[in-house]
């Protein structure tokens, strides 16, 4: 019966991406097509699936619904949901109209459905207006707020003009308070004695990001200089902040209060200090990060050359620490200004 359903709703090359995952027609499977936690609290776990046919565009409390969805699966249980994102969005909108009429329409759209949505003054007049339907979202916000009810991203895949989703839980919902989509972005990264600093950068990512990275590092893993190949995460203002490095002025703040020093290894995420050796872990705890780290002086490609990089770094600190900082400091200034290395 479940088959059919998905056939006909959606049809059949989303049912097979759905069943490659589980046999929809077991009864510790749940397919529903809703955008209520209503409907998803009468559900009675545990579920080893759920499938929902409906796009989370059309959810109003996303968050929520995601985390009622968590607690009704087992653990390891899979998920499997849509979303149109606002690249699709924008396709859809752009084969739907003339060209003038498709950028007015898409500008004004852009404005209300992105940005008031968000604004702490403007936000109950976008959901008054739409009662939270067809919400515009991005891939990494989509993705990024089922990892943060819990769940660990598997994959991913386009079909007829969706996004669909497969996610396994993990974990119960993120403690953490709720990622603000504010331009000013704080991040939690490891500095000295591996003590959690908050370091302020401009955001140039789209919110929830953040809790892609280790999705993002098994599906995409490194290119070089050690970022990302094809971060979706990043947006297209965010790519010109960085290359200006706009984005990394409010840490100028944990520079005035001692946290960082203007030269050291770049402060990082947990999830990739662990992509380090031992020998490198050990060594970070001795110092302090830095605002200008040894890459942009040595520039290094590969993850292996980058750890190489900060363990000579830190060794020649060591030894002698304003001397290390001055070579380093004039170096990358010059690879900065005369060849242009910049930030991706």
């Not at 049912?15 to 749940?30: A, C, L």
């Not at 009704?72 to 924008?90: A, S």
Request: net charge positive; charged share 25%; aromatic share 14%.
């Amino acid at each position: 019966m479940n088959k059919g359903i998905i056939i006909a709703e959606q049809g059949e090359k989303a049912y097979s991406y759905i069943s490659t995952f589980f046999n929809v027609e077991n009864n510790d499977v749940e397919v529903v097509k809703t955008t209520t936690v209503f409907n998803i609290k009468k559900i009675e776990p545990p579920k080893k699936g759920i499938v929902n046919l409906n796009k989370i565009n059309d959810i109003k409390d996303i968050n929520l619904f995601f985390s009622e969805l968590n607690n009704k699966l087992i653990d390891g249980g899979i998920f499997i949901g849509c979303v149109e994102t606002k690249v699709e969005r924008r396709k859809r909108i752009y084969r739907k109209y003339p060209i003038v009429i498709a950028q007015l329409y898409y500008f004004f759209d852009f404005i209300f459905k992105r940005v008031f949505s968000k604004l702490f003054f403007t936000k109950w007049l976008y959901f008054f207006v739409t009662a939270g339907r067809n919400q515009v979202l991005s891939k990494a916000e989509a993705l990024g707020r089922v990892a943060y009810a819990g769940f660990e991203i598997l994959d991913d895949e386009e079909i007829n003009n969706l996004l669909y989703f497969v996610a396994k839980k993990q974990t119960v919902p993120s403690n953490n308070s709720t990622p603000r989509f504010s331009l000013l972005f704080k991040m939690q990264r490891v500095g000295k004695n591996n003590k959690l600093i908050t370091v302020y950068k401009i955001r140039t990512m789209h919110p929830y990001a953040e809790y892609l990275q280790d999705y993002l590092y098994k599906k995409n893993h490194l290119q070089k200089g050690g970022k990302f190949k094809d971060d979706y995460r990043i947006t297209s203002w965010g790519r010109i902040f960085r290359k200006l490095w706009i984005d990394e002025l409010p840490m100028l703040f944990n520079l005035l209060i001692c946290e960082i020093k203007l030269v050291g290894v770049r402060p990082i995420s947990t999830q990739y200090l662990s992509l380090y050796t031992e020998e490198l872990k050990t060594l970070r705890k001795t110092v302090k990060p830095g605002l200008i780290p040894p890459f942009y002086a040595d520039m290094p490609e590969t993850l292996d050359e980058i750890i190489a990089s900060e363990i000579n770094y830190i060794h020649a600190y060591k030894k002698n620490p304003l001397q290390t900082d001055f070579n380093y400091f004039f170096k990358a200034l010059g690879n900065i200004l005369f060849k242009r290395v910049r930030s991706n």
